[in-house]
C-alpha cells in the first residue's frame, strides 16, 4: 500500500470574479414607445475565501491543482434585472496555514480556528445599469458601468501544525513508537533511521478526566541530526511544524545504541532548536528517557542527570510500557497550566 503524500508548503494562483456589466436598456411598450430607461446592475464577483478545515491535515489538493478562480457576476439585463452573484471560491485549508502574499513578501493570513472564513481576494462589484444615469436633463442616458476586476494574485502556502505537544529526538531514538504508544497515530516503525519522512499528528485521549474526556495533539516530526537548521537531513523543513506547541518531549536512546551518548545527543538537539529559532528553548522542555528497559541505560541516566541537573526527566520504556501512563498525565498537568494561563482551554474530545 502506498502511503498517501505529504504536501507542508506550495504555491497558488487565486482570481476573484470580476463584476458583472450594467446594462443599457429601455422600457418598450404598444402605448409607451420612450419608456425610459430600464437596464439592470451587473452581480458582484465572488470572493476568494479560506476555511479553516480540521478534517484536512496537509496542502496535498493544492500542490496538482495551483490556479483556482471565483464565478464573475452575470451582467445586467434589461427589465431591471439586475445580475447574480458570482459563487465564491472556498478553499479548505489545514489549521496552522501561514498565507503570503508573493507580490509583497508580507505574510496576509493565518488559519487558525475550525470553521472561521478569511476572505483573502475581493469580488469586484458590479457595474450600474443605465437607470442610475437617468436625470431632469438625461431622460435616456446611453450609459451603463462595466463591473470591478476582482481581486488576485500568487500565493505561498505553508503549514505550521497546531499542536499541543512537540516531539523532537535523533533518528532511531523511538519517537514513532512512542507516538503509538501516547495515540491512535500508527506512523511507520522499523529498525532503521528516517521511518517518519514527514510529520505525524497523533490525538493523546484523556477519557476519564471529566466528562466528556480531553485531548492533547501530539506532533512526531521526523529525526533531526546535526545541521539540521542549516538544512541537512529531514528535520530542517519540518521544524516549523512544533513552533506553536506549547510543551516540547525532547526524546532520548538512554540506551546508547551504536555508541550513542544521550549527553551529546541532548546537547546537539537544543542547539539544533536554538538555531532554527532561540523561542524554542523558551518552551517547556521534558526529556524522556526512552529504553530503560536496557540494563546499560541506568548508568546513562545517572551521569545525565549530573550534567543536566535542572532538567526535568521522566524515565518510560516503549517497549515494555514502563512510565508511559506517569508521563501522559504529566503532558496534560503542563499543557492545561500553560493554557489557563493564555485562557485557551485543552481541546475536547468529540
Not at 419608456?35 to 500542490?63: A, S
Not at 541530526?225 to 536512546?253: K, M, P, T, Y
Not at 543536566?308 to 516503549?318: D, F, G, L, N, P
Amino acid at each position: 500500500m502506498v502511503a498517501p503524500m505529504f504536501v507542508d508548503e506550495c504555491t497558488v494562483k487565486l482570481q476573484a470574479g470580476d463584476g458583472g456589466r450594467g446594462c443599457v436598456s429601455f422600457r418598450r411598450e404598444k402605448y409607451e414607445p420612450w419608456g425610459g430607461p430600464n437596464g439592470g446592475d451587473g452581480g458582484r464577483g465572488g470572493d476568494v475565501v479560506l476555511v479553516g478545515d480540521v478534517n484536512t491535515n496537509n496542502l496535498v489538493d493544492y500542490k496538482f491543482q495551483p490556479h483556482w478562480s471565483a464565478e464573475r457576476g452575470e451582467h445586467g439585463l434589461g427589465s431591471d434585472q439586475h445580475g447574480s452573484d458570482g459563487q465564491a471560491c472556498r478553499l479548505r485549508l489545514p489549521l496552522g496555514t501561514v498565507v503570503t502574499d508573493l507580490a509583497t513578501g508580507k505574510v496576509v493570513a493565518e488559519v487558525i480556528t475550525e470553521g472561521a472564513e478569511i476572505v483573502l481576494c475581493k469580488g469586484g462589484n458590479g457595474g450600474w445599469g443605465n437607470t442610475h444615469f437617468k436625470s431632469s436633463t438625461n431622460r435616456a442616458p446611453k450609459r451603463a458601468n462595466a463591473g470591478q476586476a476582482g481581486e488576485g494574485g500568487a500565493y505561498r502556502l505553508v503549514l505550521k501544525s497546531i499542536a499541543d505537544v512537540g516531539l523532537v529526538g535523533f533518528p532511531n531514538a523511538g519517537k514513532s513508537s512512542l507516538t503509538t504508544a501516547l495515540t491512535k497515530a500508527r506512523p511507520k516503525t522499523a529498525a532503521y533511521p528516517f521511518t517518519t519522512l514527514h510529520p505525524q499528528i497523533g490525538v493523546i485521549e484523556y477519557p476519564d478526566e471529566v466528562k466528556g474526556g480531553r485531548r492533547l495533539l501530539l506532533a512526531d516530526v521526523p529525526g533531526l541530526i546535526e545541521g539540521a537548521s542549516e538544512n541537512r537531513g529531514l528535520g530542517h523543513r519540518f521544524l516549523r511544524h512544533i513552533e506553536r506547541c506549547a510543551v516540547l518531549l525532547v526524546l532520548l536512546d538512554m540506551a546508547g545504541t551504536d555508541g550513542r551518548d544521550p549527553r551529546e545527543d541532548y546537547r546537539h538537539l537544543l542547539h539544533e532548536l536554538e538555531l532554527y529559532d532561540p523561542a524554542m528553548l523558551a518552551k517547556p522542555r521534558i526529556a524522556v528517557a526512552n529504553k530503560m528497559d536496557r540494563p546499560e541505560s541506568a548508568a546513562l541516566l545517572a551521569k545525565f542527570k549530573r550534567r543536566y541537573r535542572t532538567a526535568e526527566v521522566m524515565e518510560i520504556s516503549c517497549l515494555t510500557g514502563t512510565g508511559l501512563p506517569k508521563l501522559k498525565q504529566q503532558l496534560l498537568k503542563r499543557v492545561s497550566a500553560l493554557r489557563r494561563r493564555e485562557k485557551i482551554s485543552p481541546r475536547r474530545a468529540v
